[in-house]
């Protein structure tokens, strides 16, 4: 019975790959190696990704393509500035500048100071007078009087007259004291003198 011939060996092979997701295998020296793709972490077969949330990136990064990456290329419009805040990218406008920083800040125009108010609405210059650039003037008049002008005479004209009544008050007063003493006092004196001579 002639001999049964021994099966032989298969040669080393990579198909089905021995290696696990995520990596690749070679033929090195007659015997499969295995490795992780590129991009991708650890030792087969448990080949991952870097990240595949940004909470498993440092705080300044963000996962992106499944990388930890400066997330603020792009993120922000024209004239303004980025930083990374918990894996977020935030956008401020540069100072100087307004608007909506994700998309474009313009520059903030120059201040304008507000309208200036009428001083003549509501008037204050009284009937039969016109009120034109804080200044009064009567209906029939072509002089201008300045309204602060108008209130310092009226003022005036009310010490004057406050004063004029006090001295015709005091005047009176006093004249009637002194028509008092003549009418009644310096007849009694006149009376004594005589009595004391006789």
């Known amino acids: 019975m002639p001999p049964v011939p021994e099966p032989t060996p298969s040669p080393p092979s990579c198909f089905p790959s021995p290696c696990g997701p995520n990596s690749q295998c070679q033929i090195v020296a007659g015997n499969p190696a295995c490795s992780c793709l590129p991009d991708y ?54 100072d100087g500048y307004t608007g909506d920083p994700f998309t474009q800040c313009s520059p903030i125009p120059p201040s304008t100071p507000p309208p200036r108010t009428d001083p003549c609405n509501p008037s204050p210059c009284g009937p039969n007078a016109v009120c034109r650039y804080e200044y009064c003037r009567c209906n029939r008049c072509s002089r201008w009087y ?17 004063v004029v ?34």
Do not use: M, W
């Not at 300045?146 to 406050?162: C, E, K, Q």
């Not at 004291?177 to 006789?198: D, M, S």
């Open 41 to 94: 972490i650890g030792a087969p077969p448990s080949c991952r990704p870097e990240c595949v949330l940004s909470a498993e990136c440092l705080s300044q990064l963000a996962c992106i393509n499944q990388k930890c990456q400066d997330p603020c290329p792009g993120s922000c419009g024209y004239n303004a500035n980025c930083h990374v805040l918990n894996h977020i990218p935030v956008c401020l406008c540069n």
């Open 146 to 162: 300045d309204v602060s002008y108008i209130s310092n005479t009226v003022l005036a004209v009310v010490v004057v007259v406050v």
């Open 165 to 198: 009544v006090v001295v015709v008050v005091v005047v009176a007063v006093v004249a009637v004291v002194v028509c008092t003493y003549i009418a009644f006092g310096l007849p009694l004196e006149l009376n004594r003198t005589l009595a004391l001579k006789k």
